[in-house]
């Protein structure tokens, strides 16, 4: 019955099935379900939707302007080993770093009624560009 709807154009979640397939280039699982060998499939699709995930990421990342930090931090999507040896309370601080979740200029003179252009974003401490990682 669903399938059927499906093919009336209604929508449900076998939609959203077909939906899934066609976006992630499996348009050919829909179509010719019987000739698919479930087990070799299902490892396909998966890497396939976090392919598709880590390039997405990594683009956003690539051109969005407050993450210009981040993209130096973190170049690969995966966990940093380095993470689970540090203690809790550097691990707090790289966080708010590599977030840009700190109190440096660079971040805080983006917002409110007295932003600073990017550029004109110096140290409070040694009046330098605080942003050389930006």
């Known amino acids: 019955m669903l399938l059927e709807d499906c093919r009336n154009g209604k929508n449900n979640w076998v939609t959203n099935v077909k939906s899934l397939l066609e976006n992630f280039g499996f348009a050919y699982v829909w179509l010719n379900p019987t000739t698919v060998n479930p087990v070799s499939f299902h490892i396909m699709f998966k890497k396939r939707v976090l392919d598709c995930f880590t390039q997405n990421w990594s683009e956003s990342i690539a051109v969005s302007g ?53 550029h004109e974003r110096l140290c409070d401490y040694c009046d330098t560009m605080n942003s050389i990682l930006y």
């Open 66 to 118: 407050v993450l210009s930090s981040y993209k130096h931090f973190k170049v690969d999507f995966e966990l940093e080993p380095y993470l689970d040896i540090l203690p809790k309370k550097i691990r707090f601080y790289i966080a708010k770093l590599r977030l840009s979740s700190h109190p440096l200029k660079i971040e805080t003179g983006r917002y409110g009624i007295n932003r600073i252009e990017r």
